[in-house]
């Protein structure tokens, strides 16, 4: 169960959370954009990474590639340009704004850089949800549609997002920063833990005849084998 929930994030990039009334729904939709030159790590992965590339409708993956057959990793990531900032992030999108607005009380996370000073338990990492935003024609075109299993229950889908940045002027990381608060060149490595506190019901359509929702319940820390990510070298 534990490797089916990270299975699932990884898939579906995002993840729903918390039983909370059917049709919530926000008063307001507030909206999430990422930013340029910015290369958005997913935490609970294995160093595949995310970033806006020209007009706001034009999301690049960079993913790891592996075997299909035996599954063993066959080459990393691309490296992240020295000139970006880099955020570690994790996002949730559920059929109705109850339940993304609850996630942060159901899904406690902790991640370790020990090369840039980063160390944060799972009590501090709860300060870097960030909020939830409306699931609109942007995250549709970049990442897909999320239909409700039922259509006939009008729940809409809303995102809720943790971001960690690691450089910038909020940047968390304290050690291998140039003078521009940008990652210097090299290898990163990352331990990542996650920790369901509570069951968490998604109304979201994710699978070929699903009929009723997906229930995930807690089973203890999951920790995530550690993993890198790489920083190009500086170009001429």
């Not at 990531?77 to 159901?106: E, F, R």
């Not at 549709?140 to 995102?159: Q, T």
């Not at 490595?189 to 009929?211: I, K, M, S």
């Amino acid at each position: 169960m534990k490797r089916l929930l990270l299975a699932f994030v990884l898939s579906a990039a995002l993840l729903g959370s918390l039983a909370a009334p059917a049709l919530a729904e926000a008063p307001w939709k507030p909206v999430f954009r990422l930013d340029a030159k910015t290369a958005y790590i997913f935490a609970y992965g294995d160093g595949s990474w995310a970033e806006l590339v020209g007009d706001e409708l034009s999301a690049v993956f960079h993913w790891v590639t592996y075997d299909e057959t035996t599954g063993e990793m066959l080459a990393p990531a691309d490296p992240i340009p020295a000139d970006y900032d880099v955020v570690m992030q994790l996002s949730w999108k559920s059929c109705n704004y109850g339940l993304a607005k609850t996630v942060p009380l159901a899904f406690q996370l902790k991640v370790s850089i020990p090369d840039l000073g980063v160390d944060l338990p799972y009590e501090q990492a709860e300060d870097y949800w960030v909020g939830t935003f409306f699931w609109d024609d942007y995250w549709v075109a970049n990442v897909g549609p999320i239909p409700a299993f039922n259509p006939h229950i009008g729940a809409k889908v809303y995102g809720t997002r943790w971001l960690l940045p690691l450089t910038g002027d909020n940047g968390v990381a304290t050690m291998n920063l140039g003078a521009d608060k940008k990652l210097l060149p090299g290898t990163y490595t990352v331990y990542y833990a996650e920790n369901l506190l509570h069951t968490t019901t998604d109304l979201g359509l994710y699978f070929d005849g699903q009929r009723s929702p997906l229930i995930f319940r807690p089973e203890g820390e999951n920790v995530v084998p550690p993993y890198t990510f790489t920083i190009a070298p500086v170009g001429p």
